[in-house]
């Protein structure tokens, strides 16, 4: 979860949408991929979503294979919202550990689906989808503040981030 979220932070310092994930072989603990929010230019280009489809382009035969999948664990910096829990149920990730969970998230400002990762699970009928294994709340508090200073100027910009014009930037930038 640490590379997961140091990955974020050296791709976007001071994001605004600092959601990052990395895909993880469970038995070699070797990082496949990454991917961040990009949501600027596509809204349902989460860090999860990119992701995936960056593992899918690098083990093009795998799509799939549900047994390649299953040995693999996505880290996420937020908890993976409806859409982006049901990519992971569909590509049958073995395991999702997050962050800063939805419940945070709302409590921030930000607008989320109330739906946990746990409860689109547990919707899921087929035993296609099981079993998903979730690790909530890991390093929350490496992450918690990541999300609060977007709607709340009061709150500290992120480490190497100053406040400008009510966004953090990076405290090198003019």
Not at 2 to 27: E, R, W
Not at 32 to 40: D, K, M, R, V, W
Not at 64 to 79: I, M, P, Q, R, V
Not at 89 to 94: E, M, N, P, S, V
Request: overall charge positive.
């Amino acid at each position: 979860m640490s590379l997961t979220i140091n990955a974020t932070l050296a791709k976007h310092p001071c994001a605004f949408s600092p959601f990052g994930a990395a895909i993880v072989n469970k038995q070699t603990r070797e990082i496949l991929c990454f991917g961040f929010n990009n949501a600027n230019g596509n809204p349902t280009w989460h860090g999860e979503m990119e992701a995936l489809n960056n593992c899918s382009a690098l083990f093009p035969g795998n799509g799939l294979n549900s047994a390649f999948w299953k040995k693999l664990t996505l880290y996420t910096t937020g908890e993976p919202c409806p859409m982006c829990q049901a990519a992971i149920l569909w590509a049958r990730i073995g395991r999702v550990v997050y962050s800063t969970s939805i419940a945070t998230l709302t409590r921030l400002g930000w607008s989320q689906i109330q739906v946990t990762s746990l409860e689109l699970s547990n919707k899921a009928t087929a035993g296609h989808f099981k079993p998903l294994e979730i690790i909530p709340a890991l390093l929350h508090e490496n992450t918690d503040h990541l999300f609060a200073w977007q709607y709340d100027t009061h709150s500290p910009c992120p480490s190497g981030c100053l406040r400008r014009n009510d966004i953090c930037v990076p405290s090198t930038s003019t």
